[in-house]
């Protein structure tokens, strides 16, 4: 099959953009799209060489390219209006009826929402980013006190980077701990833990998916065998029940579901957005 040309152009980093665009192409999963993302094209240059790309696309695959654009400038739109594309500008049918809304002039200002526009604000993410690995897989639990959520699973079942999305996104400092095979023996929580209980959420997994992970990680070990992910899963799902932890299953979750899933079921509020 061909596949249809995509591309995804911006006069930023083109984060908002490309995010729109994946979401909207998996709703046509029978096609098959080849996407180019063409961040920073900021001056007429650069606008023009896309433009020339953009044809050349659709000439060697026979189909109309499919172009994804956040451009403030209405300059640039226009350079790519030339080409023979199907042209899908993701601010053009908000921007305006917010002007009229708000009854305000937009900024018109490039890399608002992944800039470093609020200082403050990009500062909160790298601290909690940083506050994720510092709390990474057990380590440091005298700065749970900090913590707005510590993610609690057995081994590998996607804290770690459950914890980094939520730092990134949301700026929240998340901790992790893994439950090990002496936290099931005594079928108690860890004390750093249990002083903590109120900001705790679990995660669980499909053993099987366990053991297909760890398998990557040790393989031929009795820390991956399939009766060990299988005793590991339904112990922390035990201790999840008797402690009244709140818990969802990773296994057919992203890391964006599951980091929305834990903000929703926790009550946490992003002072990011």
Do not use: W
């Not at 909690?128 to 900090?146: E, P, S």
């Amino acid at each position: 099959m061909t596949q249809r040309p995509v591309f995804i152009v911006s006069d930023r980093s083109g984060v908002t953009a490309e995010t729109i665009c994946h979401t909207l192409l998996s709703q046509f999963p029978g096609i098959e799209f080849n996407q180019v993302s063409l961040p920073f094209i900021d001056n007429d240059e650069k606008a023009r060489k896309v433009a020339e790309q953009i044809i050349d696309a659709g000439r060697s695959s026979g189909h109309k390219p499919l172009v994804f654009t956040t451009f403030v400038d209405e300059i640039f739109s226009s350079v790519l209006a030339d080409t023979d594309a199907e042209i899908f500008d993701l601010f053009d049918p908000f921007i305006n009826r917010m002007e009229m809304a708000l009854g305000q002039r937009s900024s018109h200002q490039p890399g608002q929402s992944h800039g470093m526009a609020n200082v403050v604000h990009y500062n909160q993410r790298i601290d909690a980013v940083n506050y994720a690995m510092h709390c990474d897989d057990g380590l440091h639990t005298r700065d749970y006190a900090k913590a707005n959520v510590i993610l609690l699973a057995a081994s590998r079942s996607g804290k770690t980077p459950t914890c980094l999305y939520l730092a990134l996104h949301f700026g929240f400092y998340a901790a992790n701990y893994p439950l090990t095979e002496e936290d099931f023996e005594r079928d108690q929580l860890p004390s750093p833990v249990l002083d903590n209980k109120d900001r705790v959420f679990g995660l669980t997994i499909d053993p099987k998916r366990l053991h297909q992970i760890r398998s990557e990680r040790r393989p031929n070990s009795d820390y991956a065998s399939l009766k060990r992910c299988q005793l590991d899963v339904i112990s922390a799902r035990r201790m999840f029940d008797r402690y009244d932890i709140p818990h969802c299953d990773s296994t057919n979750y992203s890391v964006e579901e599951l980091g929305s899933t834990i903000k929703h079921r926790m009550g946490l509020q992003s002072s990011l957005y």
